[in-house]
């Protein structure tokens, strides 16, 4: 790491250009100088804290190796116009910068991977979103977005998708079942007080810190439903047998894989019947303890 106050020029040379690993962390530089071209075989740069740095030189879009580019929390306004240039990049941070608008060019980095725009108070994500056709992590963590693109649903290889502490998202495009690859949704503290009925089909979905409503009509009336929900909450004091469950009732309702493996509930009405909770609970757990247990007590009339 090199605490530099001024970047110097690069001139060509064997062990310059065989260099694959730069970082100027924390540094006071205030420009890079146009011959960082020369870095050839560059993998990977990294800015980050550099507060004076208010913007990159065209020349950085030659840099036709490099996969990582970490720009989070450094004084960058704008890319340059040919970011898009940057073909092989996989990895890129852009939070907490002051960019407001990016380029047009920057939706043909068809190889980038990762994607952080966490922090970012004015910028408005491209519409043309959707031809970040590798995208698998996006993360918006804290930005001041108040809608996403439609385009975002073209992100058919997105897995984890972080959208906690949005303030001024309100609500998730009705679509978003169509992001068939999703598996993680962080709502973390974000106002999203409904869940688009299409998130239904995605299989094996995460869904963290939601803090919304789900009605759990239409969860059970669809029987290919496998989305767990997982609220924040606090620690739940839970002690599980063979026989019986004890809740802290106390605390909500919420019984997550663990509670699920450890433990299962038999009763006996004539005959004996043996509930597995895997089957049971997996659409209840948005359910209140009082309703769960009306539940199991007409169930037991029934087998009655």
């Known amino acids: 790491m090199l605490h530099l106050e001024e ?3 690069i001139f060509p040379s064997h062990s310059i250009s065989s260099l694959r690993l730069l ?5 006071n530089i205030e420009n890079l100088p146009s011959s960082i071209e020369n870095l050839r075989k560059l993998c990977s740069l990294s800015l980050t804290f550099c507060t004076k740095l208010k913007c990159l030189p065209e020349s950085i879009c030659s840099l036709q190796h490099l996969t990582a580019l970490d720009l989070g929390i450094c004084g960058i306004e704008k890319l340059p116009e040919d970011f898009g240039e940057l073909e092989c990049l996989e990895w890129l941070n852009l939070s907490n910068t002051k960019i407001k608008h ?7 980095l068809k190889n980038l991977k990762t994607l952080f725009l966490e922090g970012c108070e004015d910028s408005q994500l491209p519409e043309d979103f959707g031809q970040f056709e590798s995208l698998n992590k996006l993360s918006l963590r804290s930005s001041k977005i108040r809608d996403i693109p439609s385009s975002i649903l ?11 502490k949005c303030s001024k998202l309100k609500q998730l ?6 992001l068939e690859c999703l598996v993680k949704l962080n709502l973390t503290h974000a106002p ?7 998130i239904s089909s995605l299989e094996g979905l995460e869904i963290i810190g939601y803090e919304g409503g789900i009605d759990p009509d239409a969860l059970i009336s669809q029987e290919q439903q496998r989305i767990t929900r997982v609220p924040k909450r606090e620690n739940t004091n839970i002690e599980a047998t063979t026989s019986d469950t004890v809740v802290n009732e106390s605390q909500p309702m919420d019984l ?6 450890q433990a299962s509930m038999t009763c006996h009405a ?3 019947r043996s509930y597995n909770l895997r089957n049971m609970l997996k659409f209840i757990s948005p359910i209140s303890l009082s309703t769960f247990l009306l539940y199991l007590f007409s169930s037991f009339l029934h087998v009655g």
């Open 270 to 272: 004539g005959a004996k």
């Open 102 to 108: 990016f380029p047009d060019s920057i939706c043909k």
């Open 23 to 27: 970082r100027f962390d924390f540094s």
């Open 256 to 261: 997550n894989e663990q509670m699920v493996d």
């Open 173 to 178: 495009p009705e679509n978003l079942g169509d």
């Open 154 to 164: 073209k992100l058919k290889h997105i897995q984890e998708l972080d959208l906690s």
């Open 7 to 9: 970047f110097p020029d």
């Open 192 to 198: 999203i007080s409904h869940l688009p009925d299409s």
